[in-house]
């Protein structure tokens, strides 16, 4: 099994319309969670991170995470074409070393 | 958060030759890290970087195929030796943790033909 399962997409949805992104991990001593946007031959972006269960809000994205089922998921409300991009969840059990997912395209259709 | 200047962008390279990828960060730090990201795939951590130490290697990556320098503390490249088309992959440096994420340079296309 595989320490981060992510959905590779692509993803087409209507502009205006809420994205759901996902990822789940198999170990649980994992603590910090985190979201990348990668844009088209440019390097990842740090778009959330968090530490603990629960949600974190930070404009129009979400970010929850669900320890209990290692779940984490990102939330993109009135979703734009400027949207588009790979959207990468990682993970970390200490400050050192991270695990990226493989990466979710998204479209955004306007 | 730290500004990082990769280079180059890009580049094509034959087969048998080295390419070395400079990052350049606007801050000291203690640990710069260099990834691989290859088509359809995550990124995967080749190294990290401490200044006036050794790098420290992920399973799978050794020192001759990938040396890396650390001459301060804000600067790292990375050699990528005796190239195959296998390398073909884009090279990421990145900075951070410490609790509040990660940085990560614009990264180096890389094509070996």
């Known amino acids: 099994q595989k320490e981060v399962e992510q959905d590779p997409g692509p993803l087409s949805v209507p502009e205006g319309a809420i994205v759901s992104l996902n990822c789940t991990y198999s170990n649980s001593a994992f603590q910090y969670f985190m979201w990348y946007r990668q844009y088209s031959r440019k390097g990842p972006e740090l778009l959330m991170y968090t530490y603990s269960s629960g949600n974190k809000e930070d404009g129009r994205f979400t970010a929850q995470v669900d320890k209990s089922s290692k779940y984490i998921s990102l939330f993109i409300r009135d979703s734009q074409p400027s949207d588009s991009a790979t959207y990468l969840c990682?993970?970390?059990?200490?400050?050192?070393?991270?695990?990226f997912g493989k990466g979710t395209r998204l479209h955004i259709l306007p | 958060s730290a500004v990082i200047s990769q280079k180059p962008s890009r580049d094509i390279c034959q087969r048998g030759t080295s390419l070395t990828i400079q990052c350049q960060v606007d801050s000291q730090v203690t640990m710069m890290f260099w990834y691989r990201q290859q088509p359809g795939q995550s990124l995967t951590l080749i190294a990290t970087a401490n200044q006036g130490s050794e790098a420290t290697y992920e399973s799978g990556f050794v020192i001759d195929k990938f040396p890396i320098s650390r001459p301060n503390l804000t600067f790292s490249t990375l050699t990528v030796s005796n190239m195959s088309p296998e390398d073909s992959s884009i090279y990421l440096c990145s900075v951070g943790g410490g609790g509040g994420g990660y940085t990560f340079g614009s990264g180096t296309r890389l094509t070996v033909v």
């Open positions: 990682a993970i970390s059990n200490r400050d050192d070393k991270i695990i």
